[in-house]
């Protein structure tokens, strides 16, 4: 009955929707912000570490959401440590076109490694009612690194 | 007449329709409701052959339209068992209806000291408007009554909150939106008019379901909408007492609410004129009241019965579903049944269903305060009948929910 859905909830989203990497409070965190879809329910709080260069040094979160949503979450945690803020945006710019459309030709080579890691939530852009649960954390992300602690919606 | 589901399915176009390559399965209609063609025809009807602006043309098609839209009325009124077709105002929605109620019986004659008492299984509709007075400055109070674990109103808590006489207006879902639950609507009414309290019930998803009759449950309020009836988006229904609408201020000022109007002073309309300021929705009203004959002469016994069937088949149903969580178990409910699955969050589960062609709603509904109520803060999905609901369209839900279930294990 759900045998195509598997492009959206490829095995690696189910995993990390399931077990969340980096899904914990830094209690020692540079900036923090939170992330809320108002409509759905998802709600995370993001925290970044930063090194004296300004690079992201760690990053973890806490929240609840769908599959889609903490999955997304938990791999973006995983591709942002050691980026500057800098790469991060961009990584962020990239991300949200994967989403809404599936590829992105404008990234580069610069980040095609991590774009390659993002890859199984590109499924998401068949979906318009899911694709703010897969960018609500580079919302977060976003006003984490613009701001103190701010709240972003992907709304 | 006797139910044949099957061919009122028939006078429902949409119901014939595909989604994702598989017959739709229509489970959202607590939402909105779809809309039997007899409704699409008598709205085209009206534009094509009878419109005109209502209540100012000195013209036969102004005369026709004026008609057509005071006939609605009429039927509403009819619909209701209202003692006269006066005590219908018509609005966008039922949440203009409780706004309007806030802002005029609620500013204009509800005074500082006195309370709102709501519950806790309200629609935001009738949360926000209640806060909104409560926040205004004029020393109006809002108290909440409790939900029982089973999802039923808690009737102790509700008479506690009545008893120091302060609350001129109870206001209250007559049907949960997202436990199905019917309260106990005239015993509400009997305990708040013992405490001076008026009583307004949200009617948008008791109408559809039962029928209502406005001179034997004795509420001083009563609002529905018209696109869960089966009717369009953008009409809606206050019921007032005649001798309310006297006591209420206008709530939006304009044409075709007033008597006369010169600079220095405007006077009002009689009711319910003074409470439909602006050009009223015409052809929408001419909907609506071709929802009511639909439903009407299908006879709401008819529809209550059919929809008992539904809810115990899917009670049985859903309950053998291994993982399954149903919010609220109320005795006394409706077609609307909220759940969640253990291993899979509500839009996750939504969106699966939808690639097997069902409709359901996920989220909060709406009712973001139930639902930390029941400690469900990430929401639940919620089927929901329509009459045109079948026992076989339960079955494939019951079926698509089991291999979700395993689809995420």
């Known amino acids: 009955m759900f045998d195509d859905l598997r492009d959206l909830y490829q095995e690696v989203i189910l995993d990390h929707g399931r077990k969340p990497r980096n899904l914990r409070r830094l209690q020692d965190a540079d900036r923090s912000a939170k992330g809320d879809n108002p409509m759905c329910g998802d709600r995370m709080e993001l925290f970044l570490k930063l090194a004296p260069d300004g690079s992201i040094a760690d990053a973890a979160f806490e929240g609840r959401g769908c599959a889609i949503s903490m999955a997304s979450a938990s791999l973006m945690t995983e591709t942002v440590k050691g980026k500057s803020a800098a790469e991060a945006h961009k990584l962020g710019e990239g991300f949200r076109a994967l989403a809404m459309t599936g590829t992105c030709p404008d990234c580069g080579a610069s980040l095609a490694d991590e774009m390659e890691r993002l890859q199984p939530l590109s499924g998401v852009h068949e979906f318009p009612s899911r694709v703010k649960c897969a960018t609500l954390a580079w919302h977060t992300l976003n006003a984490a690194l613009d701001g103190g602690s701010k709240e972003a919606s992907s709304e | ?409």
Not at chain 2, 7 to 14: E, G, K, L, N, V
Not at chain 2, 62 to 76: G, I, K, M, P
Request: aromatic share 8%; with cysteine; hydrophobic share 45%.
């Open chain 2, 1 to 409: 007449m006797s139910f044949d589901v099957a061919r009122i399915r028939q006078d429902f176009p949409i119901l014939g329709s595909m989604v994702r390559g598989k017959p739709l399965v229509f489970l959202d209609s607590g939402a909105s409701a779809q809309k039997p063609r007899a409704v699409v025809q008598a709205m085209v009807r009206s534009m094509e052959e009878r419109y005109a602006n209502v209540h100012r043309g000195a013209y036969q098609l102004s005369e026709a339209a004026t008609a057509d839209y005071e006939a609605a009325r009429a039927a509403v009124a009819r619909f209701l068992n209202a003692a006269d077709p006066r005590e219908v105002i018509f609005t966008g929605n039922s949440t203009a209806a409780i706004n309007l109620v806030a802002h005029s019986w609620g500013r204009g004659v509800m005074r500082p000291g006195q309370a709102v008492l709501i519950s806790e299984l309200e629609h935001h509709a009738n949360i926000v408007p209640w806060q909104m007075l409560r926040d205004d400055g004029r020393g109006i109070e809002l108290r909440v009554c409790r939900v029982t674990d089973s999802g039923e109103l808690d009737m102790e808590d509700l008479a506690a909150k009545l008893a120091d006489g302060k609350v001129g207006l109870v206001s209250i879902a007559h049907m949960s939106n997202v436990l199905g639950t019917v309260v106990p609507a005239e015993r509400i009414v009997a305990m708040a008019h013992a405490a001076g309290a008026k009583v307004l019930f949200d009617g948008s998803q008791a109408v559809v379901h039962r029928k209502v009759d406005m001179q034997a449950l004795g509420a001083d309020f009563y609002v529905f909408t018209g696109h869960k009836l089966y009717g369009p988006t953008g009409i809606g229904v206050l019921w007032a007492r005649l001798e309310h609408q006297e006591r209420m201020p206008p709530f939006l000022g304009g044409g075709d609410m007033i008597a006369s109007v010169s600079f220095e002073r405007t006077t009002w309309a009689e009711p319910p004129a003074k409470f439909e300021a602006g050009t009223p929705p015409i052809v929408e009203a001419v909907g609506l009241h071709a929802a009511i004959d639909y439903v009407t002469a299908i006879g709401m016994p008819a529809v209550e019965a059919h929809e008992r069937t539904l809810v115990d088949h899917a009670m049985r149903r859903l309950s053998d579903i291994d993982g399954l969580s149903l919010l609220g178990a109320a005795q006394d409910r409706g077609g609307v049944f909220a759940f969640g699955l253990d291993n899979a969050h509500a839009h996750d589960l939504a969106t699966l269903l939808d690639r097997a062609g069902i409709a359901v709603r996920a989220g909060r509904h709406c009712a973001e305060p139930l639902h930390a109520r029941f400690g469900v803060e990430g929401g639940t999905c919620r089927a929901s009948f329509g009459l045109y609901t079948t026992e076989a369209e339960i079955d494939y839900l019951a079926e698509a929910l089991t291999k979700a279930r395993e689809f995420f294990s």
